[in-house]
């Protein structure tokens, strides 16, 4: 596959699949990620949304090599034009790489949470994390404590500044912002914004869409397993008209401050999904061709689409 | 018919800070309110102790005037934010729904809970598709006052969307008090009557 000029991350075609056991010795492939692709370039936040368990977490658990040893990866990871191979992996997590978890039981419940922010880093970056504990809001104290002292939103915090801590190039951030009050969520992204633009990159992987139309360049949007839409944050911003895929504007539809109205309907199981188009069953423009095969990506008015019908 | 918090006093051990000093609040029946505040201010404490789950140093937890039963089914049912944690991981679901009384295929219809997903174990659904079960479960049981705790904050907006419209939904035809812990302002204004602001009651923590 060959590189686009300037990208830090390029994924093409990616699949996930696990390998698991359903009656005694019989062996079932199950696929979570298919066809997947996403480019992230230096200077950019990249906002990825959509539907729980349509597999956000597992790409950023992909792309740092951290999936159980069940798992199958097919398909190719570019970082910086070069193939990202598990020992590459390797080499870069924690340095280059740095992962923001999706959830609090990530920190150590045995060690005070100031040394965990600091890491393996020697000598300890102590004030660089006393500096961004105090911007986050959290009481000096607060680095002698353990994780069982701490609110939900504390440790997020302490989580996302372990993160900012490392001088990664790529940051993966899965859900960074929930449990945290609105002023401190906007620090966080104002955060991720301020690093991007000193030439880094994000990847912001979130169920709170509307702070992430304010501050990513690109959105992109997953549903069971893919990307059915990435578009400008603007386009989003704009609302259903500027968007391509009736998935995306279901999304915008289902806001609180947009109408609250949900789609009937469930994601499809991996494992169970449908022939062609995997929304095809919620879709209310669904036709013949939808449910036969699988539509290509599109590129139309700036973003890429999967869908026969979009516009 | 309300429940009431009568001059809370609460803190986590004797050498903590206090989170409620002389804190008092009104949740009445068929009313949805909100509860915000910044993180650490005692929000899932106040849902804990709102349905029993701690016990407050001074003061009254009352349901329509008498205290919570120490006995049987409990008018104020909670909804936490993580279902993953709040199931038995051993139980299939169907077992788990059975706890609030006998499964209905209307009630299954409300909560968008598919037929198949009864014979599951909790770790072969998805963080929503759990949640329903959750909401079902604490609403079926028959409660007065349901605490949701940041019930959808886990979940993408669609199917926060088709939980609150159920919640909202079953709570005005059987007019049940909604006490709902967000930290969403958008959300907040489109579910409840009436927000309140922990900041403005609980004891000032961050001194």
């Not at chain 2, 959750?134 to 926060?160: F, H, K, P």
Request: charge should be positive; proline fraction near 6%; aromatic fraction near 6%.
């Amino acid at each position: 596959m060959e590189q686009k000029e300037g990208t830090l991350l390029e994924i093409h075609d990616l699949s996930v699949s696990f390998k698991m056991y359903d009656h005694g010795l019989n062996q079932t492939r199950l696929q979570v990620i298919s066809d997947l692709h996403l480019t992230v370039r230096p200077g950019e936040i990249v906002a990825v949304a959509g539907s729980s368990g349509s597999g956000k977490s597992l790409l950023a658990s992909a792309i740092l090599g951290i999936l159980p040893g069940n798992a199958e990866v097919k398909g190719h990871m570019h970082y910086k034009g070069q193939e990202l191979t598990p020992k590459r992996q390797q080499q870069l997590r924690g340095k280059e790489m740095a992962l923001v978890p999706q959830s609090v039981a990530f920190l150590d419940p045995l060690m005070k949470v100031g040394s965990q922010a600091d890491g393996h880093k020697r000598p300890r970056p102590k004030d660089r994390r006393k500096q961004l504990f105090r911007r986050f809001g959290l009481p000096d104290n607060t680095e002698r404590l353990y994780p069982f002292q701490l609110s939900g939103g504390m440790a997020r915090r302490v989580l996302v500044s372990a993160a900012l801590i490392t001088d990664a190039q790529l940051i993966i951030a899965d859900e960074p912002t929930p449990g945290m009050s609105l002023d401190q969520a906007l620090e966080a992204l104002k955060m991720f914004r301020q690093l991007a633009d000193e030439g880094k990159a994000v990847i912001l992987i979130t169920h709170d869409i509307d702070l992430a139309f304010e501050f990513a360049d690109r959105v992109a949007v997953f549903y069971a397993g893919t990307t059915v839409e990435t578009a400008p944050a603007s386009d989003f911003r704009d609302g259903p008209q500027a968007l391509r895929h009736p998935y995306s504007k279901a999304l915008w539809k289902a806001l609180p401050q947009n109408g609250f109205q949900p789609i009937p309907g469930f994601q499809p199981y991996a494992g169970s999904l449908p022939k062609g188009c995997l929304f095809a069953p919620r879709c209310p423009y669904r036709t013949e061709e939808c449910i036969e095969k699988t539509p290509p990506v599109r590129e139309i008015r700036g973003g890429e689409v999967r869908c026969c019908h979009g516009s | 018919m309300a429940l009431e918090a009568r001059n809370l006093y609460f803190r986590y051990g004797r050498k903590q800070p206090w989170i409620f000093r002389d804190c008092s609040l009104t949740l009445e029946k068929g009313e949805c309110v909100a509860v915000s505040a910044p993180s650490g201010y005692g929000k899932t404490t106040l849902a804990l102790l709102l349905a029993g789950y701690l016990k407050p140093d001074k003061g009254k937890i009352l349901a329509d005037g008498r205290p919570l039963p120490m006995k049987g089914v409990c008018p104020v049912q909670l909804i936490c934010q993580h279902p993953e944690k709040a199931i038995n991981p051993r139980w299939k679901l169907k077992h788990v729904l059975e706890e609030s009384g006998n499964i209905t295929q209307e009630a299954l219809g409300i909560f968008g809970i598919e037929q198949a997903w009864l014979d599951r174990f909790p770790r072969e659904l998805s963080g929503g598709e759990l949640q329903r079960f959750c909401v079902a479960r604490a609403l079926l049981s028959g409660a007065d006052y349901v605490i949701c705790d940041e019930i959808s904050t886990m979940l993408d907006v669609i199917t926060q969307a088709q939980i609150w419209q159920a919640v909202l939904e079953e709570a005005r035809k059987r007019s049940m008090g909604i006490l709902a812990v967000t930290h969403n302002q958008h959300l907040a204004r489109r579910i409840a009557a009436r927000i309140i602001d922990l900041t403005d009651i609980s004891a000032d923590v961050s001194t």
